[in-house]
């Protein structure tokens, strides 16, 4: 029997049912888009964290002693730890010996004036911070002045990251008000897109900061970068000599992160293996009662001279075509629904990246295919133990379905 034979059979032989080839279909679609789902987010999920920690501008981070896990998030996502470092950390840090630059963030929220029931995501800062990061470079220098001077000014002055901007349809020189007392200011810069938090981010000189969120004298952390790499050790023991201050380096908080995601790997994988399973069972279900209900055709073919193999393909081939078509529609549907993933994740799990966190392979999905198609081999099992096991007695013994 050609090949061509045997799909077409088993083709008609399946759409004879066809809400159950519907059903069917859909749970192995359904399958299919969770594997997708958990490799892209694996994979995108881990480059993007890791790119944007290694871009982060420091090698070290001061801040107050306590559960480093907590601390990471706060540098990670912005918020207020419930204890603080004195505002003095930072001259202590900047006064150490192998210390290049060092600057300090005191970051929260505040309720946006411009987007009612939305907060902004503001960051106090101190002057240096133009010295580590990259997107701060191509702000000249006297705006740098202007915006960290420490004089009574009559204008105050505010950065925007890109994505902010663009949120408030703002540019450069133009003024908004800001802050709990809706005070006026001016758009000093917008930094170029950084793919990170920072995009999102409006900084202001510490002492506003400090002022919003009631945290006069405090700081939240300090980034560190050294002169010698290799004296880093050294560096990280005098800054934890400073009373109450503990250092996380950047390698340290990506192994957090990465922690983190294999925690959240696992879930997803309970989750993903109910998807298969259930997947599994209605293929099951549907390639059984598919042989069930022509059984007395599969008998009388075999008394004609179809071996078991050849009835067996037959079967495999009904089974294969349900997996075909559920992959088929699940991997046009992932691609569909990428957008749609890339604005839920923010929402379901933490990120700093403001980037693409979506990433597949072709090998992800080729090997997608490859476990779909042999979960839908193995579900044959029992429906050809039945065919096997069946004489014609017994089959037209049996009362239609």
């Given at each position: 029997?050609?090949?061509l034979?045997?799909?077409?059979?088993?083709?008609k032989?399946?759409?004879?049912?066809?809400?159950?080839?519907?059903?069917?279909?859909?749970?192995?679609?359904i399958?299919?888009?969770?594997?997708?789902?958990?490799?892209?987010?694996?994979?995108?999920?881990?480059?993007?964290?890791?790119?944007?920690?290694?871009?982060?501008?420091?090698?070290?981070?001061?801040?107050?002693?306590?559960c480093?896990?907590?601390?990471?998030s706060?540098?990670?996502?912005?918020?207020?730890?419930?204890?603080?470092?004195?505002?003095?950390?930072?001259?202590?840090?900047q006064?150490?010996?192998?210390?290049?630059?060092?600057y300090?963030?005191?970051?929260?929220?505040?309720?946006?004036?411009?987007?009612?029931?939305?907060?902004?995501?503001?960051?106090?800062?101190?002057?240096?911070?133009?010295?580590?990061?990259?997107?701060?470079?191509?702000?000249?220098?006297?705006?740098?002045?202007?915006?960290?001077?420490?004089?009574?000014?009559?204008?105050?002055?505010?950065?925007?990251?890109?994505?902010?901007?663009?949120?408030?349809?703002?540019?450069?020189?133009?003024?908004?008000?800001?802050?709990?007392?809706?005070?006026?200011?001016?758009?000093?810069?917008?930094?170029?897109?950084?793919?990170?938090?920072?995009?999102?981010?409006?900084?202001?000189?510490?002492?506003?900061?400090?002022?919003?969120?009631?945290?006069?004298?405090s700081?939240?952390?300090?980034?560190?970068?050294?002169?010698?790499?290799?004296?880093?050790?050294?560096?990280?023991?005098a800054?934890?000599?400073?009373?109450?201050?503990?250092?996380?380096?950047?390698?340290?908080?990506?192994?957090?992160?990465?922690?983190?995601?294999?925690?959240?790997?696992?879930?997803?994988?309970?989750?993903?293996?109910?998807?298969?399973?259930?997947?599994?069972l209605?293929?099951?279900?549907?390639?059984?009662?598919?042989?069930?209900?022509?059984?007395?055709?599969?008998?009388?073919?075999?008394a004609?001279?179809?071996?078991?193999?050849?009835?067996?393909?037959?079967i495999?081939?009904?089974?294969?075509?349900?997996?075909?078509?559920?992959v088929?529609?699940?991997?046009?549907?992932?691609?569909?629904?990428i957008?749609?993933?890339?604005?839920?994740?923010?929402?379901?799990?933490?990120?700093?990246?403001?980037?693409?966190?979506?990433?597949?392979?072709?090998?992800?999905?080729?090997?997608?295919?490859?476990?779909?198609?042999?979960?839908?081999?193995?579900?044959?099992?029992?429906?050809?133990?039945?065919?096997?096991?069946?004489?014609?007695?017994?089959?037209?013994?049996?009362?239609p379905?």
């Open positions: 029997m050609k090949l034979s045997y799909i077409h059979f088993a083709w032989a399946l759409w004879r049912k066809k809400s159950r080839v519907v059903l069917s279909t859909l749970s192995i679609c399958a299919v888009m969770s594997l997708l789902f958990f490799f892209g987010l694996r994979h995108g999920y881990t480059q993007n964290m890791s790119q944007s920690i290694q871009n982060f501008g420091a090698h070290l981070i001061a801040m107050p002693k306590g480093p896990y907590e601390a990471s706060v540098i990670l996502q912005g918020g207020i730890l419930p204890k603080q470092l004195p505002e003095d950390t930072l001259q202590k840090i006064n150490l010996p192998n210390v290049q630059y060092a300090a963030t005191l970051s929260g929220m505040i309720p946006s004036i411009q987007q009612k029931g939305e907060l902004d995501r503001v960051i106090g800062i101190t002057k240096g911070i133009e010295q580590m990061k990259n997107s701060w470079r191509d702000i000249s220098i006297t705006d740098i002045e202007t915006f960290f001077s420490e004089e009574k000014q009559s204008n105050r002055y505010l950065i925007l990251g890109s994505e902010k901007a663009e949120l408030l349809r703002v540019s450069a020189g133009e003024t908004i008000q800001m802050g709990p007392d809706h005070s006026s200011f001016i758009v000093l810069a917008v930094l170029p897109p950084s793919e990170n938090q920072e995009d999102s981010s409006m900084f202001v000189a510490l002492p506003i900061a400090q002022e919003w969120f009631r945290q006069e004298g700081i939240s952390s300090v980034s560190v970068t050294v002169e010698d790499i290799s004296k880093v050790a050294d560096t990280i023991l800054i934890e000599s400073i009373e109450d201050v503990q250092v996380l380096t950047m390698n340290e908080l990506l192994q957090m992160v990465l922690e983190y995601i294999e925690m959240l790997q696992w879930l997803i994988i309970g989750i993903l293996l109910i998807a298969m399973m259930a997947s599994f209605q293929i099951v279900n549907t390639v059984t009662i598919s042989v069930t209900d022509q059984i007395r055709e599969i008998v009388v073919l075999k004609f001279g179809a071996t078991n193999t050849q009835m067996s393909f037959w495999v081939f009904q089974s294969l075509l349900l997996g075909f078509l559920g088929i529609l699940g991997i046009a549907l992932t691609f569909l629904f957008p749609l993933y890339e604005r839920m994740i923010p929402f379901l799990i933490p990120t700093i990246t403001t980037g693409s966190i979506f990433l597949l392979s072709a090998i992800d999905i080729v090997f997608t295919i490859g476990i779909t198609l042999l979960m839908t081999v193995t579900a044959c099992i029992h429906p050809l133990f039945i065919m096997m096991n069946q004489s014609p007695s017994t089959a037209f013994a049996r009362k379905l």
